[in-house]
C-alpha cells in the first residue's frame, strides 16, 4: 500500500513542545525529498519544512528555531520536533512527498495549541 499516515498531535499549552511522526510505506523512502506543511482554520495550505534524501534542512521563518525536521529512512519516517510551540502554530499538520504519478499526502494530525 502506498501511502503517508501522521502521528503524535494534539492538545498542548502554549510554550509546550510536540514531536509528530509520518510512517510511509510503499515508496522508496530514501530517495525521497520529505515535507511538513500545515493548514490552519480559514487559511491556505503552507509548507512548513523540508528535508532532501540528503538530508538538507529548510524552513518557513516562523518555525526557525522552534521546529526540527528530521528523517531515518532505516524506519522509513520523517519526523517534526516543534518546540516553544505558540497558539498560532494551531493548524491540521500534513506529511507530503513526491513522486512520478503526482502528489501523495497523509491524512493530517491536528495540532492545538491553547491554554
Known amino acids: 500500500q502506498v501511502q503517508l499516515v501522521e502521528s503524535g498531535g494534539g492538545l498542548v499549552q502554549p510554550g509546550g513542545s510536540l514531536e509528530l511522526s509520518c510512517a510511509a510505506s510503499g515508496i522508496i523512502f530514501r530517495i525521497h525529498a520529505m515535507k511538513w506543511y500545515r493548514q490552519a482554520p480559514g487559511k491556505q495550505r503552507e509548507l512548513v519544512a523540508v528535508i532532501t534524501s540528503g538530508g538538507s534542512t529548510n524552513y518557513v521563518d516562523s518555525v526557525k528555531g522552534r521546529f526540527t525536521i528530521s528523517r531515518d529512512n532505516a524506519k522509513n519516517t520523517v519526523a517534526l520536533q516543534m518546540n516553544n510551540l505558540k497558539p498560532e502554530d494551531t493548524a491540521v499538520y500534513y506529511c507530503?512527498?513526491?513522486?512520478?504519478?503526482?502528489?501523495?499526502w497523509g491524512q493530517g494530525t491536528q495540532v492545538t495549541v491553547s491554554p
Open positions: 507530503h512527498t513526491f513522486r512520478y504519478t503526482g502528489d501523495l
